[in-house]
């Protein structure tokens, strides 16, 4: 291969001191891209138990399982992910600190089959496991950070405030393992520890400074794990697809049900990509908190909808102890969380109230109670799903028609701010 074609380049180990923020084209790196198929496999474990005890009408068990494994998922995704905006260098050193957080997201869904089945159960929460991953990835997060603080010496305070926080909080999760408290008791435990650490990047980077992470590189990240968290709802199509063909076999139902989920995925999809995070991202670098920590909850609705099709397929082969109104509902109404937070997010990172994403917002709304009531008069999953994809369809056309050009004169008022 010629020299034109390619260069070559070692991965020894080098100096971990800070990307540009300022980078051109900074692009998603093979390895991080690598790293988010570890979370295929989490996102799918705690879609599956959600959809397990969803079919037998166990609400609660979900909710606190949902919150207990979303959260620890996600988080320790965001974690690194900016982390690696700010300091990933190729080197050795990284690549095997990646494969450490890789092996130990493995770890942790391994551990959401036991800790939804104790919530279940109600005296104890088992998630030693679970626990155990999550303490592996952050053990290769303090690594990295120390060596972050050894060798960018303009953000060591921020670096070492970071490792502080995280081995508090590792300690505080470890000793919940040994205590076997009450679930009740586990709970509030975990809600503490959680809130800690959700303190701490807050706390390092407005008392000592920003680390050098690239906001459209953050941007694509996120865009990139909601693209990979959609691949629930697209499997739970394909469940539901299966589940027509053995209950009904080829039939208008069958292509109701495969165009609805798949329209509903890419209505989503198509919703998301509206928000110009990027470059809102680099004009306000302090409104990344936000945003970054109000999409645990957008991913947690999208692994929802996934787990509401699972449940939507069972209730079509008649193995679920619910009924299609229920099913419905598990998938409308995660739908109507991920709306709600795409649309506070969005007008939490431009800074502007805009009375026509009431309309908007609305129109949606409607789409899903739609859905709701047609499917408790009598009309089929697949016909309700074609109503709840028609949801993010108002969205589109309204945007496309309309809200564009709100949002490029907000866009130009913002810059005139900036």
């Known amino acids: ?41 989490a996102f799918s474990q705690i879609s599956s138990e959600a959809a397990h005890f969803l079919e037998v009408g166990e609400v609660s068990t979900v909710l606190l399982g949902f919150l207990f494994a979303g959260f620890a998922v996600t988080w320790a995704w965001i974690n690194y992910s900016w982390l690696a905006s700010a300091y990933d260098n190729d080197d050795v050193f990284f690549r095997i600190a990646t494969l450490i957080e890789m092996v130990g997201v493995l770890i942790l869904a391994l551990g959401v089959p036991p800790l939804f089945e104790s919530i279940h159960e109600g005296e104890y929460v088992d998630n030693g496991v679970m626990v155990a991953g999550y303490v592996v990835m952050r053990i290769a997060a303090i690594a990295l950070w120390l060596r ?56 390092a980077e407005l008392k000592y400074g920003r680390t050098p992470w690239h906001p459209h590189h953050i941007a694509e990240r996120y865009g990139l794990l909601v693209i990979i968290t959609l691949g629930e709802v697209i499997l739970g199509t394909i469940l539901a697809i299966s589940a027509v063909l053995t209950a009904q076999g080829w039939t208008f139902e069958t292509a109701m049900v495969a165009f609805g989920g798949t329209s509903l995925a890419f209505g989503l999809w ?47 082969t008649h193995e679920a102890h619910v009924d299609a109104t229920f099913a419905l509902l598990c998938v409308a109404v995660p739908v109507l969380v991920f709306q709600i937070m795409l649309f506070t997010l969005y007008t939490l990172l431009l800074r502007e109230f805009d009375p026509f994403h009431i309309w908007l917002f609305v129109g949606a709304v409607v789409m899903l109670a739609f859905s709701v009531v047609a499917v408790s008069a009598g009309a089929s999953i697949g016909t309700a799903l074609l109503i709840v994809a028609a949801s993010p369809v108002v969205i589109i056309v309204g945007y496309e028609t309309v809200g564009w050009r709100h949002q490029a004169a907000a866009l130009e008022k913002d810059a005139a701010r900036a």
């Not at 998603?28 to 891209?33: D, G, I, K, R, V």
């Not at 603080?149 to 926080?165: G, I, Q, S, W």
């Not at 009450?182 to 706390?203: D, H, K, Q, Y």
């Open 1 to 41: 291969m010629s020299e034109t074609t390619a260069t070559a380049r070692s991965h020894r180990v080098a100096r971990m001191t800070g990307r540009d923020p300022r980078e051109r084209h900074r692009a998603a790196t093979p390895l991080e891209l690598l790293f988010d198929l570890t979370f295929v496999v």
């Open 148 to 203: 972050a603080a050894a060798h960018d010496p303009a953000h060591r305070k921020t670096c070492l405030a970071y490792v502080v926080n995280i081995s508090i909080a590792q300690l505080g999760w470890i000793a919940l393992i040994f205590v076997n408290l009450p679930l009740p008791a586990t709970l509030l435990c975990a809600v503490i520890l959680a809130s800690f650490e959700l303190a701490g990047p807050p706390f």
């Open 270 to 316: 198509w919703v998301y990509f509206m928000m110009p995070s990027g470059t809102l991202l680099a004009r306000h670098p302090e409104r990344g908190f936000v945003w970054g920590y109000g999409h645990i909850i957008l991913f947690g609705s999208l692994v929802g909808v996934g787990a509401g099709l699972h449940v939507a397929a069972q209730v079509i």
